[in-house]
């Protein structure tokens, strides 16, 4: 699955090793290494024979100690895809026709870091031939993601006109400072850059204007350009991505009214786009003007409608074709007990999951929490039912969880990026107005803008988001 080697790795990959794919089935052409390929003694240009049988051991390089990564060996006479532990020698029918399915390797950071690092097969060294009473010892190559171990953001109104997406480096956001983004790339959108979201292949997705963007993980650490760009109706301005367990691509577009939708567009396994306009459009009569599109871990459609000041969800059961059905539920939060009612919060935007399944909703000045229980049923949450709230203005950017539970996001001014660690969302109640405190506060007044989005790689290891296996 995904992108092929040339990509992934550029010049960098030569010598005897063979090419790999991307997060999918390594390839079997070029020359065997020594170590690994043909054994001692053995033409690999000769046919492969079959007969009998040959064992095959693995071993890594490239990872941290101790990471295992997840393989999986198809082809060849298995009826049905086998998984692979490094060192540890598999019996095989001898033949030729043997590939190697991966994923993504994620690494969970450790303490004092809040990011983790995500790597990728960047080569192999194996001709896909077990022969027979011999043990072929094959080297998997990883390298760590250029985009990974970073906070990347879209940036709106930046002081440097062009500098859209912005990269800051792990180790720049344990502690509060004035730092400025590690990688710049250049404004490639018709309209103000938008949420993004990673697919399952380190590659990010970033909407803006009337197009969807996606920067390759091979060169997320430059400031190359786009490679895919999908092209919205004239009218639909693409606003927030986010990308379900199927690996899936869903849009929202915002107003007008006319063309107010969620849009789907399906992905081949390799991680391209399979069409170049979607498949699958929800259009409801309810949307106004659709923001932060989120996924549960149930695969349900989660959607905060900046127009009229409602969440909405589709069941995922309700969202396999295109429908103008009404959301299976309609969450509207006031005010809790005690508390003076003015009016119900309003204008939410971004939204995220944490942890433990509860849904943070960022309204103007103000960061509610529903339960799990609170998100099973349509109505007005208000009084005993209000859902929990901190008085806190954060923009209409995306939220990102990072690994210990802090939620990040951007600042209602310019030229900044904070966190609210969990101890501070655990004091959000439903009868009065806490005002909590930001533990971490990067401060990039000369170099950013306003942070529309906010894009963690690798995402949290609890997260039921689709690029975690």
Not at 112 to 141: E, H, M, N
Not at 214 to 242: C, E, I, S, W
Not at 293 to 318: E, Q
């Amino acid at each position: 699955m995904g992108l092929a080697l040339a990509l992934a790795c550029g010049a960098g990959c030569g010598g005897s090793k063979i090419v790999a794919s991307h997060d999918g089935a390594a390839g079997n052409t070029g020359s065997a290494g020594s170590d690994g390929g043909a054994p001692d003694g053995v033409d690999a240009t000769v046919a492969c024979p079959v007969g009998g049988t040959g064992q095959l051991k693995l071993t890594v390089a490239g990872l941290p100690a101790g990471t295992v990564p997840m393989i999986r060996l198809m082809g060849g006479t298995l009826a049905a895809e086998k998984s692979l532990t490094p060192d540890v020698a598999v019996t095989l029918d001898a033949g030729p026709g043997y590939a190697f399915g991966w994923r993504r390797v994620k690494v969970a950071p450790i303490a004092p870091a809040i990011i983790g690092k995500a790597f990728f097969l960047d080569s192999q060294t194996w001709d896909g031939c077990v022969r027979k009473d011999v043990t072929a010892t094959v080297t998997l190559y990883y390298l760590q993601e250029p985009g990974s171990e970073k906070l990347w953001t879209t940036v709106s109104d930046p002081p440097t006109l062009g500098h859209v997406i912005a990269g800051f480096d792990g180790a720049d956001l344990v502690a509060s400072a004035m730092k400025n983004p590690s990688v710049w790339k250049s404004n490639h959108f018709t309209g103000r850059g938008a949420a993004g979201a990673l697919d399952p292949f380190g590659n990010l997705w970033v909407p803006g204007g009337d197009r969807i963007n996606r920067y390759d993980m091979a060169t997320l650490g430059t400031n190359a350009a786009p490679t895919v760009v999908l092209t919205q109706p004239d009218g639909a301005a693409a606003k927030f991505a986010a990308f379900d367990a199927s690996g899936n691509l869903w849009v929202s577009r915002g107003a007008p009214m006319t063309d107010a939708s969620i849009v789907r567009y399906a992905m081949h396994s390799d991680g391209s786009p399979a069409e170049t306009t979607p498949s699958v459009v929800i259009k409801s009569a309810t949307f106004m003007d659709p923001a932060g599109i989120a996924f549960d871990a149930d695969g349900d459609l989660w959607i905060a409608d900046a127009g009229n000041d409602k969440v909405f969800m589709y069941l995922a059961s309700h969202i396999a074709a295109s429908t103008t059905a009404a959301p299976d539920v309609v969450l509207t939060a006031g005010t809790g007990t005690g508390v003076p009612v003015t009016s119900t919060f309003t204008n939410p935007n971004p939204l995220a999951f944490d942890r433990v399944g509860n849904l943070w909703v960022g309204y103007i000045g103000n960061l509610v929490k529903f339960t799990h229980d609170q998100q099973g049923t349509s109505g007005l949450l208000m009084g005993a039912t209000a859902p929990a709230a901190l008085a806190w203005s954060a923009g209409t950017g995306a939220y990102a969880f990072d690994e210990s539970g802090g939620l990040w996001m951007g600042g209602p001014m310019p030229g900044k990026i904070q966190r609210l660690p969990a101890t501070e969302l655990a004091k959000a109640v439903a009868t009065s107005s806490v005002m909590p405190v930001a533990d971490i506060v990067i401060d990039s007044t000369t170099m950013l803008g306003y942070a529309e989005s906010l894009v963690i790689d690798p995402s949290p290891s609890w997260s039921h988001l689709h690029d975690d296996y």
